[in-house]
């Protein structure tokens, strides 16, 4: 070939791959755009309670990049349909659909599953946790809990802005200090994000303790069973530690320049998530690199509803009766995809004092009241580090063990060695410190850079002070 026809060939095949990116930026940045922004309008629209128009300017605000195109975002909340419709210039459309008992998912114009809601007790069962509260908000107990909570709803005079929403502190299995913002309380349920992947690990772990979920054999998972599938490998753990190696590409950062990965095709162009993260291929053998993706999420979500009984009503079952009423979380909405899949990765809301219940199972090693609700060694093993996950993450929560970058630089900034947490993006946080027996709630809209943004390093580091055990010791001296 000469070197003018290889100057050629090049040149035509730069231009074709940059029409065929073009294209796929003019299909998927609007819909991903427009579908984030539909499914949290309509969930803290109608199960939070909250102002849409302040859920729009504030998530927006807080995601990095998204004010080049917040101005061209238009939404439409219909209160008598109960849904809600974003679009982007005319070139996306999304529409997200409120259902009563199960929040929101978003409609891609196909048939929805029909989720038959499990019977409410006429007289609901006691929860084995003893009560962390009474029903008023409990006022903080210590003039040095009191100014932490002021430093932390506290605005600083430039942005980034931290936008806190709730802070519950418990120590000892009782709330010691929480706050709230204005529209907000101890009932007002909140969107975890991803800190609802915590919650799938727990309903997880119930599984494996029943015996219908293995966390070290190949996940049962129909897509990958064919002859030679490398999938095959893919086990719980892998999932479980984001270690499966699928080309779904990052959900670390939530942010307009990561709308092209297929993680948020699936998330918000897919009716199907699971199936289409099912249908992914290998990029790195599984067990051998950590990248975290929503996928693992949802496959994980998956056969949570299968090993529960197959439908979606099976999963509600099995969370209220194994999780959530023994510990009396009573205000929870768990959300689907529209083929009746938990949306496990970032979909469940619940007040600050239910995320608190959740943090004190792990704190009491996954025993509430004198029942064993996750199996033994299972909190150990949540909070033991993933090899090669930088930012310092367990199986299902996030940790401080081990040598990571990110384990290390949170201890630097003042967390105890020992604690692990569930996170979500937009600064949610469940804190559990066993040496310390605090869970730390922070719920907010906070943007996802720069680091101290949302205030969660001073808050634990104020915390500890206030509550620890040097804290008591200079009381009793």
Same mark, same amino acid.
């Given at each position: 070939?000469?070197?003018?026809?290889?100057?050629?060939?090049?040149?035509?095949?730069?231009?074709?791959?940059?029409?065929?990116? !073009?294209?796929?930026?003019?299909?998927?940045?609007?819909?991903?755009?427009?579908?984030?922004?539909?499914?949290?309008?309509?969930?803290?629209?109608?199960?939070?309670?909250?102002?849409?128009?302040?859920?729009?300017?504030?998530?927006?605000?807080?995601?990095?990049? !998204?004010?080049?195109?917040?101005?061209?975002?238009?939404?439409?909340?219909?209160?008598?349909?109960?849904?809600?419709?974003?679009?982007?210039?005319?070139?996306?459309?999304?529409?997200?659909?409120?259902?009563?008992?199960?929040?929101?998912?978003?409609? +891609?114009?196909?048939?929805?599953?029909? =989720?038959?809601?499990?019977?409410?007790?006429?007289?609901?069962?006691?929860?084995?946790?003893?009560? =962390?509260?009474?029903?008023?908000?409990?006022?903080?107990?210590?003039?040095?809990?009191?100014?932490?909570?002021?430093?932390?709803?506290?605005?600083?005079? /430039?942005?980034?802005?931290?936008?806190?929403?709730?802070?519950?502190?418990?120590?000892?299995?009782?709330?010691?200090?929480?706050?709230?913002?204005?529209?907000?309380?101890?009932?007002?349920?909140?969107?975890?994000?991803?800190?609802?992947?915590?919650?799938?690990?727990?309903?997880?772990?119930?599984?494996?303790?029943?015996?219908?979920?293995?966390?070290? /054999?190949?996940?049962?998972?129909?897509?990958? /069973?064919?002859?030679?599938?490398?999938?095959?490998?893919?086990?719980?753990?892998? &999932?479980?530690?984001?270690?499966?190696?699928?080309?779904?590409?990052?959900?670390?950062?939530?942010?307009?320049?990561?709308?092209?990965?297929?993680?948020?095709?699936?998330?918000?162009?897919?009716?199907?998530?699971?199936?289409?993260?099912?249908?992914?291929?290998?990029?790195?053998?599984?067990?051998?690199?950590?990248?975290?993706?929503?996928?693992?999420?949802?496959?994980?979500? +998956?056969?949570?509803?299968?090993?529960?009984?197959? *439908?979606?009503?099976?999963? &509600?079952?099995?969370? *209220?009766?194994?999780?959530?009423?023994?510990?009396?979380?009573? +205000?929870?909405?768990?959300?689907?995809?529209?083929?009746?899949?938990?949306?496990?990765?970032? /979909?469940?809301?619940?007040?600050?004092?239910?995320?608190?219940?959740?943090?004190?199972?792990?704190?009491?090693?996954?025993?509430?009241?004198?029942?064993?609700?996750?199996?033994?060694?299972?909190?150990?093993?949540?909070?033991?580090?993933?090899?090669?996950?930088?930012?310092?993450?367990?199986?299902?929560?996030?940790?401080?063990?081990?040598?990571?970058?990110?384990?290390?630089?949170?201890?630097?900034?003042?967390?105890?060695?020992?604690?692990?947490?569930?996170?979500?993006?937009?600064?949610?946080?469940?804190?559990?410190?066993?040496?310390?027996?605090?869970?730390?709630?922070?719920?907010?809209?906070?943007?996802?850079?720069?680091?101290?943004?949302?205030?969660?390093?001073?808050?634990?580091?104020?915390?500890?002070?206030?509550?620890?055990?040097?804290? +008591?010791?200079?009381?009793?001296?």
């Amino acid at each position: 070939m000469t070197n003018r026809r290889l100057i050629l060939t090049l040149a035509a095949t730069t231009a074709l791959s940059a029409l065929a990116l !073009t294209a796929v930026w003019a299909r998927d940045i609007p819909k991903v755009a427009t579908g984030f922004v539909a499914n949290v309008l309509c969930s803290e629209t109608f199960v939070t309670g909250a102002d849409p128009a302040r859920i729009f300017a504030e998530t927006t605000a807080a995601m990095p990049g !998204t004010g080049l195109i917040g101005w061209a975002l238009d939404y439409k909340i219909d209160r008598a349909r109960r849904d809600v419709t974003v679009t982007l210039l005319g070139l996306g459309r999304s529409h997200a659909v409120y259902r009563e008992g199960l929040g929101c998912h978003l409609d +891609h114009g196909g048939a929805v599953a029909d =989720i038959l809601l499990p019977a409410t007790e006429a007289k609901p069962s006691q929860p084995l946790l003893p009560e =962390i509260a009474g029903p008023s908000v409990v006022a903080p107990q210590s003039p040095q809990l009191a100014a932490a909570l002021d430093r932390a709803f506290a605005e600083p005079e /430039q942005p980034p802005f931290r936008r806190t929403k709730a802070i519950v502190v418990a120590r000892d299995g009782r709330v010691v200090a929480e706050r709230y913002a204005e529209g907000y309380g101890v009932e007002t349920p909140v969107l975890g994000f991803s800190a609802t992947k915590s919650v799938m690990s727990a309903l997880t772990g119930i599984l494996v303790r029943k015996g219908r979920l293995t966390l070290d /054999q190949p996940a049962p998972v129909a897509a990958w /069973q064919g002859a030679g599938d490398p999938r095959q490998a893919i086990t719980v753990d892998h &999932l479980l530690r984001h270690t499966a190696g699928l080309a779904l590409g990052s959900s670390l950062s939530a942010s307009l320049a990561s709308v092209l990965e297929p993680v948020n095709r699936m998330k918000f162009m897919e009716p199907d998530m699971a199936a289409y993260a099912e249908s992914v291929a290998l990029e790195t053998p599984p067990g051998t690199a950590w990248n975290y993706n929503d996928g693992n999420t949802v496959i994980l979500s +998956h056969l949570i509803r299968n090993a529960a009984g197959g *439908r979606a009503s099976d999963v &509600l079952r099995l969370a *209220r009766q194994e999780l959530f009423d023994p510990l009396g979380m009573r +205000h929870v909405t768990l959300e689907f995809d529209a083929a009746g899949t938990p949306e496990g990765s970032s /979909q469940i809301l619940m007040p600050a004092r239910d995320w608190a219940r959740f943090g004190m199972l792990y704190l009491n090693d996954g025993v509430a009241g004198a029942k064993r609700i996750l199996p033994e060694g299972w909190v150990k093993y949540s909070a033991s580090p993933t090899p090669n996950a930088w930012v310092g993450i367990g199986a299902g929560f996030w940790t401080n063990q081990g040598d990571s970058f990110g384990a290390n630089y949170r201890t630097e900034r003042g967390w105890p060695r020992d604690a692990f947490f569930a996170k979500g993006t937009l600064g949610q946080y469940v804190i559990i410190i066993p040496s310390e027996r605090l869970v730390i709630v922070r719920l907010g809209r906070s943007p996802n850079g720069p680091p101290e943004a949302d205030g969660v390093f001073e808050l634990v580091r104020d915390v500890v002070a206030a509550t620890g055990k040097k804290a +008591h010791a200079a009381v009793g001296n």
